[in-house]
């Protein structure tokens, strides 16, 4: 078998760490397994990195934090590459372009327009494990670039993909998919299964454990992925096109994201094309916004609110205030103390009452409900921030015990 592992910065975060793991790629080796291995920067390297660039320049251009960043994932190759072959093991550590990850020239965020992995087919052929170092790759103009927040597991996913590997397994801290934060929900969950959809949800609306680009990816190639524990030696959580049990189970988790700002637009003209012209201004700002919620207000206008991530808040009234003439609002103002806390889950499609029982707990406990958003899958809220966690143990109660 062909089996494509990826290992976060945490598992790799000291000496003693990065010889835990090369056990673990050891056993999968000795197992007849050929293994390709992504590992992410050391623990808080890639914090440290940017800290250092500031110490030098409040303001650096990306391509030249790109090519600062991407040294914290080599680091760790060639560190577990040593640990391998301590152990007596063929190891090869490859960078981002090395293993033919190619990048569109959006510096820091870059996105994989193809692996060409010629170089990693060679050395699999070899009966080598292939480590490659993770968010990162190159672009046409052979500049090294990163792919943004969760990279690695879209560079593992990315190479399970044209590589057709038979696993894609994502070690991280935890024992796999909970049905909330088990270090900061008693009684959470473990799932055995989740659908890339749920998966999908739960990594978009602010669960730490796999990023939704890598998500995406492993949904359009199919490629099912395993969750699990580099500490624990025991089975994860696998995320597939169709999981056992989905509609047994209501909902399969909560997320709590936040990295979310409230915006009012108040005093918008009550008259075609008002909306239109808020949202044309957020656009042109490349501006992403999520739940909205447009009231009555006075004297024939309307109040016009939505959220945004927190770091674009400024950006976004800064976009606002430049088309205030055109537009035709009073005011905007901000609110950065909110969260927004989700439940998700395939079950809710055939199932009536969900929401109703995640605003009864809310309610028993108290706790505003500023905004709602709704999909298929998935019901959110917007919550005060300081609410935001005994909200999530409260909706989990709700459901789970």
């Not at 062909?2 to 976060?8: A, M, W």
């Not at 994989?112 to 490659?132: F, G, H, M, Q, Y």
């Not at 005011?331 to 055939?350: F, P, R």
Request: hydrophobic share 45%; with cysteine; aromatic share 4%.
């Amino acid at each position: 078998m062909l089996i494509v592992q990826k290992f976060g910065g945490s598992s790799v975060a000291d000496a003693a760490k990065i010889k835990r793991v090369a056990g673990v790629i050891a056993d999968t080796y000795l197992e007849g397994n050929d293994v390709v291995v992504v590992l992410s920067a050391q623990g808080d390297t890639t914090d440290d990195l940017l800290a250092k660039a500031a110490e030098i320049n409040r303001n650096p251009s990306k391509r030249e934090l790109d090519m600062l960043l991407a040294t914290g994932e080599q680091i760790s190759i060639s560190l577990m590459a040593m640990a391998l072959e301590s152990m007596g093991l063929p190891a090869v550590s490859l960078t981002g372009w090395q293993a033919g990850f190619k990048t569109n020239s959006d510096y820091g965020n870059a996105r994989i327009l193809e692996v060409t992995a010629e170089r990693v087919r060679s050395e699999l052929d070899k009966r080598r494990i292939v480590l490659i170092a993770g968010f990162q790759g190159i672009n046409k103009y052979d500049d090294i670039t990163t792919l943004g927040r969760g990279g690695s597991d879209t560079s593992a996913v990315a190479v399970a993909a044209v590589l057709r590997a038979d696993k894609c397994q994502i070690y991280t801290d935890v024992e796999g998919v909970y049905t909330a934060d088990p270090r900061k929900v008693e009684g959470a969950v473990k799932l055995d299964e989740i659908t890339y959809d749920e998966m999908l949800e739960l990594a978009s609306l602010g669960a730490q454990v796999l990023h939704n680009r890598s998500v995406m990816m492993a949904k359009k190639y199919s490629i099912e992925l395993e969750v699990l524990s580099s500490y624990v030696r025991k089975p994860g959580t696998k995320v597939k096109e169709v999981a056992k049990n989905v509609e047994q189970m209501k909902i399969s988790g909560i997320a709590k994201d936040n990295n979310v700002a409230r915006i009012a637009v108040v005093g918008v003209p009550d008259e075609p094309g008002a909306a239109f012209k808020v949202f044309r201004a957020l656009s042109n700002a490349h501006i992403s916004v999520d739940i909205i919620l447009q009231s009555l207000g006075k004297n024939h206008t309307n109040d016009i609110s939505f959220t945004v991530t927190e770091n674009d808040s400024d950006a976004a009234v800064a976009a606002l205030e430049q088309a205030k003439d055109s537009i035709g609002f009073e005011h905007v103002s901000v609110d950065n103390h909110v969260s927004k806390v989700s439940i998700v889950g395939a079950g809710m499609m055939t199932s009536s009452g969900i929401a109703t029982l995640m605003f009864e707990a809310l309610y028993e406990a108290s706790i505003n409900i500023q905004m709602i958003s709704t999909s298929e899958i998935k019901v959110s809220v917007l919550v005060a921030e300081d609410d935001a966690d005994l909200a999530v143990r409260t909706i989990h109660n709700k459901f789970f015990k």
